[in-house]
């Protein structure tokens, strides 16, 4: 309910920016897409999530395990995205110095840039499901 009350107002307002023959900067119609995404995550899964585990923790002596991972497996999929993010943010700059916009450009660079946003993302879901699974545990005390 909440992503659904976030979304909605925030895509008819980035319709309007979007559309706007003034102010073509992507960066106006992307802010509130992050912003109401970063809430709708948190409040959705990352609140509730937290607040099981440290209720089990209090009630019940259980180790603070979230779910099948373990704060290794979390520590190491936060830094698996802070590292993909800085690729995803350096495509972003590549693209404004050599399309002159985040968004748009001709075909070459739009599915160039989409196919470096999707490895991207499967190489985060390949790296963390492994690391679950095969238990690398390299952030594990």
């Known amino acids: 309910m ?10 008819v307002t980035s319709v309007r920016v979007a559309s706007d023959k003034h102010t073509r900067d992507a960066n106006n119609v992307f802010s509130p897409v992050v912003a109401t995404s970063a809430v709708s995550i948190f409040l959705g ?13 209090v009630n ?11 704060t290794g497996h979390l520590a190491f999929a936060a830094v698996t995205l802070f590292a993909l993010s800085i ?4 495509t972003l700059g590549v693209r404004r110095w050599c399309v002159g916009a985040e968004i748009g450009g ?3 660079a739009r599915v160039m840039s989409a196919l470096v946003m999707i ?23």
């Open 60 to 70: 019940f002596g259980q180790p603070l395990v979230m779910g099948k991972f373990e």
């Open 106 to 108: 001709g075909k070459i």
């Open 2 to 11: 909440i992503s659904l009350g976030t979304s909605i107002p925030q895509a």
């Open 45 to 57: 899964l990352g609140a509730p999530w937290t607040i099981a585990t440290i209720y089990h923790h």
């Open 119 to 141: 490895t991207l993302w499967l190489t985060f879901i390949g790296l963390n499901v492994t690391n679950t699974y095969a238990s690398w545990d390299i952030f594990t005390p």
């Open 87 to 90: 690729l995803a943010f350096i």
